[in-house]
C-alpha cells in the first residue's frame, strides 16, 4: 500500500511491529532468482557492520533485483566505504552490479564517523580478499538519476546510511522524484535516538539530506530504531548460523559474533538488526505493519 501526498504535507509510513531475525538466516541461504521477477533497487549504504549484513541479505534474495550501490560516508569515511563494498560485491561473486563512490561528507555537517562500533576498518575488522571488481567512474547521485530514469516507475531506492547521495540525487534531478517506485529507509525514530536523547544515527548524520529526502513528494516507508530494536539477533540465531559454512556465511557469522559481543557489553540481550530490517521490508512489506504519519512542511514548527 502506498502512501498518497498532499501539497501541503509530506506522508511517510512507519514501520511499527517486531521482525524476526530468523528471516536474516533464511534468506541468507537462499539463491538469485531472475531479475525480471525480483523489485529493482539501489542500495545506498554506508559499510558499515549491519550495512554489511543488509547488503549480503539484499544481494541473496531472489525478491530483490540489486541494479547499483552507492556508497556514502557515516559509520566509516566515505573511501573506507567503497573499499568495503567493493570487497563485499567480490565476495558475493556480483561484479556486474556497478558501485560507485558517491558524497565524500555531509551537506553542511562535519561528518562523524563511528569505528567505535563497526571495527578499525568498519567490517568488525574482518580483512576480506582485494576485490575483484572496478569501482564504477559515475557519482553516485548521477547512478541513481540515470538509473530512475531508464527505469521509470520500477526503482525501489533502499537507502541504509545517511541521506546524503539520495538528496543531491533530488536536488540536482528534481524529476526523478515522481518517477521512483517508493524509497524504503533505515533512519529515524519516534520514541528516542541512539545519538542522543532524539536523534538517530543515519538522520543525525546529514538531518538537511534527511528533509530534503523526507519533504521530496515521493511514497516513503520510514524503518526506525523501533522496528531494529524488536528484531534482535541473538546468540541462539548465531548459534544455527554457525551450523553450516561458506565464504559469505562465514563473514556473516563473523560480522554477527562481533556485534553480539559488542552489545554484551552494554548488557544487551541481543543486537539490533537495524539495516537488514529495511532489507526485509523491501523483500516483503507484510512482514511489519505501518501506520501513516504526517511530517510538517518546515521542521522547525513542528
Not at 565476495?91 to 551537506?107: E, F, K
Not at 571495527?119 to 538519476?145: Q, T, Y
Not at 511514497?219 to 544455527?240: N, S
Request: hydrophobic share 45%.
Amino acid at each position: 500500500m502506498r502512501i498518497s501526498q498532499s501539497a501541503t504535507l509530506a506522508g511517510f509510513r512507519r514501520s511499527v511491529f517486531s521482525l524476526s531475525p530468523v528471516l536474516v538466516l533464511a534468506l541468507l541461504a537462499s539463491f538469485s532468482a531472475p531479475a525480471s521477477a525480483a523489485k529493482k533497487i539501489i542500495f545506498d549504504t554506508n559499510p558499515g557492520t549491519d550495512d554489511a549484513l543488509a547488503l549480503m541479505l539484499a544481494l541473496n534474495s531472489p525478491e530483490l533485483d540489486v541494479r547499483a550501490i552507492t556508497v556514502v560516508p557515516g559509520n566509516v569515511t566515505a573511501a573506507m566505504g567503497l573499499e568495503n563494498a567493493l570487497r563485499m560485491v567480490s565476495l558475493a561473486n556480483r561484479c556486474d552490479i556497478p558501485v560507485a563512490r558517491g558524497a565524500q561528507h555531509p551537506l553542511f555537517q562535519k561528518l562523524i564517523t563511528a569505528e567505535f562500533w563497526h571495527g578499525k576498518n568498519g567490517l568488525a575488522d574482518i580483512e576480506l580478499p582485494a576485490s575483484k571488481c572496478k569501482v564504477d567512474s559515475r557519482f553516485g547521485p548521477d547512478v541513481i538519476i540515470q538509473l530512475v530514469h531508464a527505469s521509470p516507475h520500477e526503482i525501489t531506492l533502499l537507502p541504509v546510511g545517511p541521506l546524503t547521495n539520495i538528496a543531491l540525487a533530488v536536488e540536482k534531478d528534481p524529476s526523478i522524484v515522481p518517477l521512483v517506485k517508493e524509497v524504503i529507509l533505515m533512519g529515524g525514530s519516534i520514541s528516542g535516538g541512539n545519538v542522543n536523547a532524539a536523534a538517530e544515527a543515519n538522520i543525525y548524520n546529514d538531518p538537511e539530506a534527511a528533509q530534503i529526502v523526507f519533504q521530496a513528494g515521493w511514497p516513503l516507508t520510514m524503518v526506525g530504531l523501533e522496528v531494529g530494536d524488536q528484531a534482535l539477533f541473538t546468540h541462539k540465531y548465531l548459534d544455527q548460523l554457525g551450523q553450516t559454512h561458506g565464504q559469505i556465511n562465514d563473514f556473516i557469522y563473523s560480522v554477527l559474533k562481533f556485534l553480539l559481543n559488542l552489545s554484551g557489553t552494554f548488557g544487551a540481550p541481543g543486537s539490533p538488526m537495524y539495516d537488514p530490517s529495511a532489507v526485509a521490508v523491501a523483500v516483503d512489506s507484510t512482514l511489519v505493519k505501518v501506520q501513516e504519519m504526517a511530517q510538517c512542511k518546515s521542521l522547525r514548527r513542528c
